[in-house]
């Protein structure tokens, strides 16, 4: 996906703050939409706002910090794809993977932190009616769209992901690489896992290891290009909803430049 740096820092700043630059404006509705834009359109403005956070802890001391704020950035990033291809279902489906989310913290709730007040029982029993009807309805429009995701009411991502391959067959190459590169190997550093560890130190003498400092295997310039292609992804989504042509050829344009995709393209043959 990545191969070599087919950019300059200076272009790589100028596409990063042109990315910046075509998502300023979200949330706002552009005048002709499709249905569905305007959820669509939050999620992109909270995209971007990751984004934003995502540059800035380039420049912050913690390589792990910058791998932490990519996971979730990638993860709205398949998220919204996945919510463009049928947004009246998959809005009720997200709003079920939410209140199943929700109806665990109420369990947790009276299971770890009483004793409660009668006022505060009746306010989580009312909370979780709210989430248990939310549930049901994602659970009913999975049923409609001949889905079935048990008690989640909705896909996990790397369903969400199949669901989008099917769906879009030429999407398969960004939205696998997306998932496998830039969600699943940045995983060790937000949980902590032994594996996030691997490039911290090396071996100077048989009993003796040298600090290296808190890294990430990937190396920040390709951390900055997932990144970016990332919010590009987004745009290009977007632009489907507000029927900007432009702006998916130019977020497209970006994506390419961000990844090599011509030189990817070659290497496979």
């Keep these: 996906m990545l191969g070599n740096m087919p950019t300059t820092d200076e272009r790589q700043v100028e596409l990063e703050r042109r990315l910046l630059d075509m998502s300023a404006s979200y949330p706002a509705t552009p005048r002709e939409t499709l249905d569905g834009a305007v959820p669509a359109l939050i999620m992109a403005a909270r995209a971007r706002s ?13 390589e792990p910090t910058i791998a932490v704020a990519l996971r979730p950035l990638v ?16 809005r009720r489906m997200l709003g079920a993977l939410s209140a199943t989310s929700g109806l665990a913290f109420v369990n947790d709730v009276r299971r770890h932190l009483g004793p409660l007040t009668e006022e505060q029982q009746q306010r ?49 190459r960004a939205l696998r690489q997306s998932y496998v590169i830039a969600f699943r190997a940045v995983s060790p550093w ?3 896992e032994v594996s996030s560890f691997d490039g911290t130190a090396q071996m100077v003498a048989p009993t003796v290891a040298q600090f290296l400092g808190d890294r990430v295997h990937l190396g920040i ?3 900055r290009r997932i990144g970016g292609s990332m919010m590009a992804y987004c745009i290009e989504t977007i632009g489907a909803f507000s029927l900007d042509a432009g702006a998916i050829q130019e977020a497209r344009a970006i994506r390419d ?4 995709a011509e030189a990817y393209r070659a290497s496979r043959g």
């Design 257 to 260: 430049e961000m990844v090599d």
């Design 50 to 62: 990751l984004y934003a956070g995502f540059l800035h802890a380039l420049d912050g001391p913690s």
């Design 75 to 90: 993860e709205a990033t398949i998220r919204l794809k996945w919510y463009s291809i049928n947004p009246d279902a998959h």
């Design 124 to 172: 989580l029993d009312e909370r979780a009616a709210v989430l248990t009807a939310e549930q049901a309805d994602g659970q009913e429009a999975a049923e409609e769209a001949g889905r079935t995701y048990g008690d989640r009411g909705g896909p996990s991502l790397a369903q969400m992901v199949d669901e989008v391959v099917k769906a879009i067959p030429g999407h398969r």
């Design 221 to 223: 310039p390709d951390l």
């Design 190 to 192: 937000v949980h902590t």
